[in-house]
């Protein structure tokens, strides 16, 4: 049937060629005129090199034409950390990423894929003052060099969007930000006892330290100092947050929705403020109570031994004061802050209180309210120390209600909590609903490289906040290295007031960096903006983000504050969703292989290492080492270095690398040997596309009815991999085993007799279908095996793949009911159409399964007690029918007919293990 190529064909790829050279697109065989039999490692390295630059301009008209009435879809990726050197953690997110952005593209998505720089901190400031650097220097350039191995990585981020949080164009909007929360009252400053690195001689909050009391930076044992600090108070935003994580999907959600939940704590009562007398304005008690309505019953403020005030400098022998280890008064006191009524404070072993007043004594670091009505330990300690004090609960049993409560008198308990904590808030002494557990986030940082705190502090006026006009307060430019560049700069610290006029002192702490990055997500989508840090009508299109990528270990703290901001400013009407990430996908570590000393426990370089046998020794002297993947680090020599990965096996191999095999979430214990499989995965691929471009001669001759049942397999497992791979992509985001199932469908595609695929529509269709998938993985190579089809005719669309659209299962597609008894195995599936599918409900599906040949005619409608439907949208479904009694295995004519069923249709056995163990239940 087939000769050698016709003159209509050559000429047809001679003008294409010529077009494609004119678009300044050049593929590998093009500039050869050698088609490669195998897919070597040299030849992915070479198709690389033809098609890196290339890629680069058709991702940046890809950006270009990336507007319009499109739906959208903003994928981000946690931004990295400046340290000058990609690692492979951050392949993983970025290569993610990036497939997801330019898969997006494919369906016909306006994507948002940014990308930007978390560029403050205490490391960029050690390490440049260990190099005789200044920080800024160190930063950019270290920039420079990470913007350069993100391309190396061929990742299509919108640099247009591009942001560095130590630019004062972007610090100038955290500043404002700051601004507006201290004029809700969600800043303050007050002296308390914080948490001290002295290595990286600054304050740490509570969850920048581990278990075993180490700062997370420094790995310092931390020490507690009473320091004035500067506090945002996440407390009030407890119940939103907390009643957000309601609203996440709890499968993608589940570690950070628990572990926020125990930070977070059940919002049971709330806390109260009160101003210490005759003391500075952030000189203050905030105080937890779950019985707010007993605010005028209180008689006194018990502080625990560790705390600042238990000095000789408060101590007083008034009456009634303690001796020993008993309660002592000190000279101290609080404010009521209704009644202006002085509290003693009192140095005590606190009390735990449940919601009726149970008692658990216990020394705990928090200040709690003496209230003898509720507490038998606080009146003894009233009666003890001659304290003042009232009942405020009446004595009526069957209505209690309140008494000696003034505006609150005759309120039942729970409403008078409820009136007590809205006054509160809106006077400002607390209220917001909480938990006894969660503490304000203390963001005051001894440092130099960080967003300068725009509060000036007056003599006369106290704090007053830097005017917005005067915005951003910028670093000084100075070669003094740390802290001291800013303690020590008279001209810096050394202002007016904007209130008085009078001298006044610049504040030298500089904010955490989880304030800079708890909105960069914003400021992307609006960085241009010189009159706000976004327009609230660009949140309402782009906003929330669809994806949100990043490492575990980084995720849980940052999307916490993240969260916080994002519902703060939607509460200003800044933003215009509260929640501001819909997927969540935290993928795991990268782990490398590591030797370390079975006597010593000392880490051993790979190079003094080899196998004997089973176990591995060490070259010099023979003695065991104990090999096992760890987290990467340069102390256990076990780091892989990603340029390396690009020049020994190229970009698209390492992506491919990194997305296959181990689901996204799971760690990677990362070995070279997964080059070979997917070398060998693209190797068949680069064969169904060979022929097809330079056809054989001599074909045997194909039968119209042979043509026509091939095609007709074709179709049938086309339709049955893109409507999985399109579930995987979009629901459960194993990419794994979307990957996988390409690679089946590679080997379906090879089953199929050359002299069919020569001539056969939908094996054609299937093999572009096949390239377009690949593309968003692996660019190039894709690229390369577009190129060349379009050369033969294949591919009669002008454009590259990037450019294609994802391909659809045809609208007569099978989706699949799968049937299941009393949920043991399955015991048969009913194919069918699109609308059945879309219209499966727990009403109507027995009517799809009654008369199916598999079905059991022993079971009976009655018989049934439960029906449960679970639904993978656009893909597969399952039922579960419940009936007591019945054993599948017994009903030997079920199974019989499920044998001959699945043998006359030629299915294959179905991925139900791996289905059930890799894909939620919907």
Known sequence: MFGKPSLTWCVLRHTFRQLQHYRGLTSLYETTGKWESQLRRESMLAIEAAWKHQLQEIDGNTRSKDKGNKEKFYVLSMFPYPSGKLHMGHVRVYTISDMMARYHRMLGHEVIHPMGFDAFGLPAENAAIERGLHPKSWTYSNIETMKQQLENLCCNFDWDRELTTCDPSYYRWTQYIFLKMYEAGLVYQKKASVNWDPVDKTVLADEQIDATGRSWRSGSIVEQRYLNQWYIRTTAYAKSLWDGLETVRSDLWKDVVDLQKNWIGQCTGCRLDFQIQNGEPYDFLSIFTDHPEAIYGISHIIVPASHLYNTPQYHTLGLGQGVGTGPRVLTVQAVHPLTGDRIPIVV????????????????????????????????????????????????????????????????????????VMHLAQSRGFGGYPVSSRLHDWLISRQRYWGTPIPIIHCSSCGAVPVPYEDLPVGLPDTSTPGHAALLDNDAWHDVKCPRCGCAARRETDTMDTFVDSSWYFLRYLDNHNLDLPFAREVTEKYMPVDLYIGGIEHAYLHLYYARFFSHFLHDKEMCAHREPFVNLLTQGMVKGESYKHARTGVYLRPDLVHKQGSKYVEKATGDEVIVRYEKMSKSKYNGVDPEELFAEYGADMTRLCILSNVAPKSDRNWNNDVYVGVQNWLNRVWSLIGPLVEPVARQPEVTPNELNQWDCTIKSFRNKYLLEIR????????????????????????????????????????????????????????????????????????????????????????????????????????????????????ENVLQFVRNENFYPNSIRDCDIVETQLSIRPRWTARVSLMVPGFDVRQDENAGNQKKKQNKKKGKKVDNENEDVNNAQNL
Request: some cysteine; hydrophobic content about 40%.
């Open 348 to 419: 005590a072993a606190s009390v735990a209180r449940g919601a009726e007043g149970s008692e658990t004594s216990s020394m705990q670091s928090d200040c709690t309210l003496g209230i003898p009505a509720l507490s038998s330990s606080d009146l003894q300690i009233a009666q003890q120390l001659l304290l003042k004090w009232q009942p405020v609960y009446s004595d009526n049993q069957d209505n209690p209600t309140m008494t000696n409560s003034y505006q609150f008198d005759g309120m039942t308990r729970s409403a008078a909590a409820e009136a």
């Open 727 to 842: 579930y995987h992509m979009d629901v459960t985001f194993l990419f794994n085993t979307a990957i996988a199932r390409m690679h089946e469908m590679t080997s379906d595609l090879k089953k199929v007799p050359q002299p069919v695929a020569m001539v056969s529509e939908e094996y054609k269709r299937a093999v572009r279908d096949l390239v377009v998938m690949i593309a968003p993985s692996a660019p190039m190579f894709s690229l390369e095996c577009w190129s060349c089809l379009q050369g033969a005719g294949v591919v009669t669309k002008d454009g590259n793949v990037l450019d294609a659209a994802w391909p659809e299962a045809d609208v007569d597609a099978e989706y699949w009911l799968k049937v299941q008894i009393n949920k043991s195995q399955i015991i048969g599936k009913v194919a069918l159409n699109r609308d059945q599918f879309d219209s499966l409900s727990e």
